[in-house]
């Protein structure tokens, strides 16, 4: 059975980092691309980042560009999520996503993390 | 970016009725990357339909997904109990990727 478990999430101050992780099972991480989508509270859904399999290309939406770091451990069938210079309007749950083989959307998705940006 | 559009924003429906959700993109969308996504309060959202119109692994034949280039729609042909929810399309064929804003189906 896929399983997607993230951790991580917190209250967090203005301008302060966290690190979210996505432990997967149930399948070969390593073959497959990772997503973080967000969501704040009462809100849609929003794309954050994705990686290759191998880790070897990342890309990010904008407005997380140069403050967030997409990452994985294929030994350890963990992703991460490295968030620097946070801002009030990074307050959401946090999804890491797999991607399916067809294309860019995701088939499996975890169960979530918050993330509070207050002080 | 491609800016994804659902309405109606809310659809008050009873159960065994047709619900019809639409969803028009911005530009055309290369080789129909449309999904749609179910989501319960505090719960992850659910792929139901990739490619426009194919049904995900599980996803009961009530669901169907139809439409190309801009304007997609997703039906419920009967509503079910558990089908009251939140539905999200998704385009994937270029990049940022983006979610509509989401369509409310609920209990008349």
């Known amino acids: 059975e896929v399983q997607l478990v993230e951790s991580g999430g917190g209250l967090v101050q203005p301008g302060g980092s966290l690190r979210l992780s996505c432990a997967a099972s149930g399948f070969t991480f390593s073959s497959y691309w990772m997503h973080w989508v967000r969501q704040a509270p009462g809100k849609g859904l929003v794309w954050v980042a994705r990686i290759k399999s191998d880790g070897s290309y990342t890309n990010y939406a904008d407005s997380v560009k140069g403050r967030f770091t997409i990452s994985r451990d294929n030994a350890k069938n963990t992703l991460y999520l490295q968030m620097n210079t946070l801002r009030a309007d990074d307050t959401a749950v946090y999804y890491c996503a797999r991607e399916d083989w067809g294309g860019d959307y995701f088939d499996y998705w975890g169960q979530g993390t918050l993330v509070t940006v207050s002080s | ?108």
């Open chain 2, 1 to 108: 970016e491609i800016v994804l559009t659902q309405s109606p924003g809310t659809l008050s429906l009873s159960p065994g009725e047709r619900a019809t959700l639409s969803c028009r993109a911005s530009q055309s969308l290369t080789s129909s990357f449309l999904a749609w996504y179910q989501q319960k309060p505090g719960q992850a959202p659910r792929l139901l339909i990739y490619g426009a119109s194919s049904r995900a692994t599980g996803i009961p034949d009530r669901f169907s997904g139809s439409g190309s280039g801009t304007d997609f729609t997703l039906t419920i042909s009967r509503l079910e109990p558990e089908d009251f929810a939140v539905y999200y399309c998704q385009q994937y064929g270029s990049s940022p990727l983006t979610f509509g804003q989401g369509t409310k189906v609920e209990i008349k």
